[in-house]
């Protein structure tokens, strides 16, 4: 009995030929020649640290960002106190007699995005329990890209519609309402962010197990106690992550804000008054002539710093409610 | 109408009933809420394109910018817009795709890996306008590209690196563990592994990604704005280092002017965008069906 020989590379695939006699100045290649294998594996090492450039440059955006508004911001700080910056009411930084106070810049951001946020959580939180809970799959796979939709169209067009739709509607209702104001703003941001709570709160949703609905069902309970009273508190950190990325991206909108809320620093409560957000004046700034090195080109930075902080703290504890989400059902 | 007695006697029959309605009104509500958000959308597209339709003509896609309403055209604002995007996804996908492949099929299970995944998690949540700010420090002042084309594509570069890694490493993940074991079984490298089955397999996915990301990038104004796009424009780029305009913000040096016959323009701008952005899409979701149909 004969055991069969270990196959190596290239047997049976050509047809067995006596060897070539070898060329004098070469020696035979071995198949299992190792050293073709470290060549092989010095090409690998080579890719692999490519890549690796690749992942790692997307950490340095972020080390180019707090950099970037670093230095400048030290700059501002040397010339401004903190405590003027973060106590004074007033932000005239053009004028005369200058003023350095964030407080009304910060209160317009979070005035437009407080409004936003009443109009799209609790819209985006019952359309994804209608998407997930309600809807016949058919009929959620038609909306949920619908209501996506709303989140692909550029900023600047929903700043437009609050120009030339919004806007004139409010005025019907509230005559004495200024042609830009926060209202206006609000409601177009709101609309924008829907589908951020709606997609992510359905997904949150959808992730709950069903067993936990049939349990429900089977002590008895209707579909609106199922949906309040099991599924949601059981998606409950999910959809908080949802509300907070939301939120954020409200107050980091630009473009709709600064159409429709107008340019003046206004420390106010009244919706329907102007006032200008934190990114509407980094784009009035930047749209007039700033010289690098002046005190009003580093108010850009020390304004972008403190709305980078601000959204930033946002999105790690949106991750991190997100994170325990996953946790949980897994 | 009347609801099956329960037998439990007339106070649970009650409670039972309102129960129900409760559950009815509610279904109601959450059917409601979510026409809000349909048709807040029917309504803007109605009201721009109402807007827009009478000023939508050949002329308004072959002129350039001017100070009459009736001749101004976004000519300059297109080509910018297609220099622009072009450039990022020339930029942007081989450096998103690397990094998504690295952090998919090479990166150890370590801190640092998390670190950049994190990293790349917040970078999607910072404000575009943050990124704008970058730009004008890094890309106009320190590297002193200028206002210049090559500087608006790589302020939108890092804006949608995060979004297009994210979505190529969604696709690389759904590529089934079993291709790759079979590969590595034949004795492929990690690299021919990647390039010969991975990547093909997840290709479209990729694609798709990047897609929606450039269409991210095609509607980007603030950005731009701090890295100096202007709004009047009477030339279309022929170089890197041209000054530039692109349609968004061209929509917006209009929508701030005063006048109705502006707003008009404005209106026939946006048309021209969202026309450009359906396109873009209609692409993505055609290639995101052939990629169902095959896994």
Redesign the interface.
């Known amino acids: 009995m004969t055991l069969p020989t270990l196959l190596r590379p290239g047997d049976g695939v050509a047809p067995a030929v006596a060897p070539v006699s070898p060329d004098p100045g070469e020696p035979p290649r071995d198949p299992l020649d190792l050293s073709r294998g470290h060549r092989?594996n010095f090409?690998?090492r080579l890719?692999?640290a490519?890549?690796?450039v690749?992942?790692?440059?997307?950490?340095l955006?972020?080390v180019?960002?707090v950099v970037?508004?670093l230095?400048?911001t030290v700059g501002f700080f040397a010339e401004v106190p903190l405590t003027a910056f973060l106590t004074d009411t007033r932000w005239e930084p053009m004028f005369q007699e200058k003023h350095f106070g964030v407080l009304p810049l910060m209160a317009g951001s979070f005035m437009v995005a407080a409004g936003a946020a009443a109009l799209a959580l609790?819209?985006?939180?019952?359309?994804a329990?209608?998407?997930s809970?309600?809807?016949a799959p058919r009929l959620r796979r038609v909306?949920k890209p619908?209501?996506e939709?709303?989140a692909?169209?550029?900023?600047?067009?929903?700043?437009?519609?609050a120009?030339?739709?919004v806007t004139p509607a409010i005025r019907m209702v509230f005559p004495q309402t200024d042609i830009f104001n926060a209202a206006s703003a609000s409601i177009v941001v709101g609309?924008m962010i829907?589908?951020t709570v709606?997609s992510l709160s359905e997904d949150a949703l959808r992730a709950v197990p069903d067993s936990l609905r049939q349990g429900a069902y089977g002590l008895g309970a209707?579909?609106?106690?199922v949906?309040?009273r099991v599924v949601v508190p059981a998606a409950l950190s999910g959809i908080v992550a949802s509300f907070i990325?939301a939120v954020?991206?409200a107050?980091?909108?630009?473009?709709a804000v600064?159409?429709a809320a107008g340019n003046l620093p206004n420390l106010t409560l009244n919706p329907l008054e102007s006032i200008q957000t934190m990114?509407a004046y980094?784009?009035q700034a930047?749209?007039g002539d700033t010289p690098?090195g002046t005190l009003v080109y580093r108010t850009?930075?020390a304004v972008?710093m403190t709305?980078?902080l601000i959204?930033?703290a946002?999105?790690?504890v949106?991750?991190w409610f997100l994170a325990r989400f996953r946790e949980e059902y897994r | 109408m009347t609801l099956p007695a329960s037998g439990l006697g007339p106070d649970v029959d009650r409670h039972d009933t309102r129960?129900?309605m409760?559950?009815r009104a509610?279904?109601s509500?959450?059917?409601?809420?979510?026409c809000?958000?349909?048709v807040?959308?029917a309504?803007?597209l109605v009201?721009?394109t109402l807007?827009g339709a009478p000023r939508l003509s050949a002329d308004l896609l072959t002129s350039f910018a001017s100070r009459f309403p009736e001749r101004a055209g976004v000519k300059a604002a297109l080509a910018g817009s297609v220099w622009i995007v072009s450039l990022t996804a020339v930029i942007a996908f081989p450096?998103?795709v690397?990094?998504a492949?690295?952090?998919e099929e090479?990166?150890p299970r370590h801190w640092s890996t998390r670190?950049?995944q994190?990293?790349?998690?917040?970078?999607a949540?910072?404000?575009?306008?943050?990124?704008?700010?970058?730009g004008?420090?890094?890309f106009v002042?320190a590297l002193g590209l200028d206002r210049s084309v090559l500087s608006g594509a790589l302020t939108l570069s890092?804006l949608i690196?995060?979004v297009i890694?994210m979505a190529a490493q969604e696709a690389i993940r759904a590529v089934p563990p079993t291709i790759r074991e079979a590969a590595y079984g034949l004795g492929a490298?990690?690299?021919q592994v990647v390039r010969h089955q991975v990547l093909p397999m997840a290709l479209p996915g990729i694609l798709t990604g990047t897609i929606?990301a450039l269409?991210?990038a095609?509607?980007?104004?603030?950005p731009l704005?701090?890295v100096g796009a202007v709004g009047f424009v009477a030339f279309t780029p022929s170089g890197l280092s041209d000054q530039f305009t692109v349609l968004?913000?061209q929509?917006?040096s209009w929508?701030?002017r005063p006048q109705q016959g502006f707003?008009e323009v404005?209106?026939a701008g946006?048309l021209v965008?969202?026309g450009l952005?359906l396109t873009m899409?209609a692409v993505a979701i055609v290639l995101r069906n052939r990629y169902r149909a095959r896994l």
Not at chain 2, 29 to 34: F, G, P, S, V
Not at chain 2, 118 to 123: D, K, P, V
Not at chain 2, 218 to 222: D, I, K, P, S
């Open positions: 092989r090409g690998e890719i692999a490519a890549l690796f690749c992942a790692a440059a997307s950490t955006i972020t180019g960002v970037v508004l230095r400048e609790p819209v985006g939180m019952l359309s329990i209608f998407l809970e309600y809807a909306l619908l209501l939709i709303l692909g169209i550029p900023t600047v067009v929903y700043g437009y519609f120009l030339t739709f609309i829907i589908p709606s209707t579909k609106l106690e949906s309040t990325l954020s991206r107050i980091g909108e630009t473009m600064t159409i990114t980094i784009v930047s749209l690098q850009l930075f972008a709305l980078f959204t930033l946002m999105n790690v949106s991750q | 129960r129900r409760m559950g509610f279904a509500l959450c059917a409601l809420a979510t809000v958000g349909v807040a959308l309504v803007l009201d721009v807007d450096l998103s690397s990094a492949i690295y952090l090479y990166a670190a950049i994190t990293n790349i998690a917040n970078l949540g910072v404000p575009s306008i943050v990124y704008g700010i970058l004008l420090a890094l002042r890092l690196m995060p890694i490298t990690r690299w929606l269409s991210r095609l509607g980007e104004t603030a704005i701090m968004p913000l929509i917006y929508v701030s707003h404005a209106a946006i965008l969202l952005l899409n």
